[in-house]
């Protein structure tokens, strides 16, 4: 699978929980970053196809700053181990719609 933002990994596991923030930009894929800046963006995370957004990442804490998104994650619990993908979808001022992929964060 190929994934839009450069390889990394983000570990998660009981020790780490509440653990952020992690800063994501996206001014490199944004058409024209100035003239038509992030207007919102939400996050999602999915493991093996079934969405786990509300056990991984934190709802009241997620912030679009500029061109970049904030998130923090939590621990979802050992039942939901594994490779989580994250999917982006940025909404421009213009009304656009880009969608992201990043891979992954482990939870272990």
């Known amino acids: 699978m190929e994934f ?3 390889v990394a990994e983000i570990k998660v596991n009981a020790a780490t929980d ?3 923030p992690y800063r994501f930009s ?3 894929a944004l058409p024209n970053p100035t003239g038509d800046p992030l ?3 939400t996050v999602k995370s999915f493991l093996n196809g079934t969405e786990t957004t509300t056990d ?3 709802s009241s804490s997620m912030a679009s700053i500029g061109n970049a998104v904030d998130v923090w994650f939590k621990y979802p ?3 939901k181990t594994g490779q989580h993908i994250l999917e982006f979808t940025a909404t421009l001022v213009g009304g656009g719609v880009n969608r992201f992929g990043f ?3 482990e939870v272990d």
């Open 26 to 28: 996206l001014k490199w």
């Open 56 to 58: 991984l990442i934190s």
């Open 77 to 79: 619990g050992a039942e």
């Open 4 to 6: 839009d933002f450069d």
């Open 39 to 41: 207007a919102s963006c």
């Open 18 to 20: 509440a653990w952020g």
């Open 103 to 105: 891979g992954y964060v």
